[in-house]
């Protein structure tokens, strides 16, 4: 099945997450399409994550995502629940403005609570438009793909240099690179591809053609 999108949003809870569950999807699709990549919470108030902000617009400069693409916004970690109306009136606003096609947020699988709050709103805001789960590893449960997309190893390695500039993270076992490899051959596996990324299915809204 070959899939199209003018128009594609990913959205994440904190620096990091969209990266690290399409990094490799974002570096192939930015050749074709308008990508806007939203992440709700900058973690600035953590005195030890200071860099963060610099290491995420580096990440998405090495995937091919420009500055003006970039959304980053100051909601309070682990305090998602609380503004669940705020981000709810904040995605809608991305709907008005931006139309995406496809929207990417976080799997249903995952357990943090900022990120479930983040796939919950995103299907009530984004009703009519398909929404894809992607998977962070450290926070999920369960996380099986149904919907793999093939990538390829130069979108691979991409992921890896672009997880690479966060230094703040570096020893983190999720940011290994190795691992990141593994996951994108396993779910290539999946779909008897050298490489893909792995999504769960939360909404697909399409229509048949006879023919392209």
């Given amino acids: 099945m070959q899939i199209y999108g003018k128009r594609l949003c990913f959205i994440g809870a904190h620096p990091d997450d969209i990266e690290l569950g399409c990094g490799a999807l974002i570096h192939q699709v930015t050749k074709y399409s308008?990508?806007?990549?939203?992440?709700?919470?900058?973690?600035?108030?953590?005195?030890?994550?200071?860099?963060?902000?610099?290491?995420?617009?580096?990440?998405?400069?090495?995937?091919?995502?420009?500055?003006?693409?970039?959304?980053?916004?100051?909601?309070?970690?682990?305090?998602f629940p609380e503004a669940r109306q705020e981000i709810l009136e904040y995605m809608l606003n991305i709907?008005?403005?931006?139309?995406?096609?496809?929207?990417?947020?976080?799997?249903?699988?995952?357990?943090?609570?900022?990120?479930?709050?983040?796939?919950?709103?995103?299907?009530?805001?984004?009703?009519?438009?398909?929404v894809l789960g992607f998977d962070v590893l450290r926070s999920t449960h369960g996380f099986f793909p149904n919907f793999l997309v093939e990538v390829s190893e130069k979108d691979v390695d991409a992921k890896i240099n672009a997880l690479a500039e966060y230094s703040t993270y570096r020893d983190k076992y999720y940011f290994n690179a190795d691992i990141t490899r593994a996951t994108c051959v396993r779910h290539g596996a999946l779909a008897e591809r050298s490489f893909a990324e792995g999504f769960d299915i939360l909404r697909v809204v399409c229509s048949y053609h006879e023919e392209y």
């Fill in 95 to 130: 709907r008005k403005e931006f139309k995406p096609d496809i929207v990417f947020v976080h799997t249903k699988s995952d357990i943090h609570q900022d990120h479930g709050t983040i796939t919950d709103e995103a299907l009530r805001a984004f009703r009519g438009t398909t």
């Fill in 34 to 79: 308008d990508v806007l990549c939203v992440t709700l919470s900058d973690n600035q108030k953590n005195p030890l994550l200071s860099k963060l902000v610099t290491e995420h617009y580096n990440s998405m400069a090495v995937l091919g995502v420009p500055k003006d693409s970039i959304k980053l916004e100051s909601f309070t970690t682990r305090r």
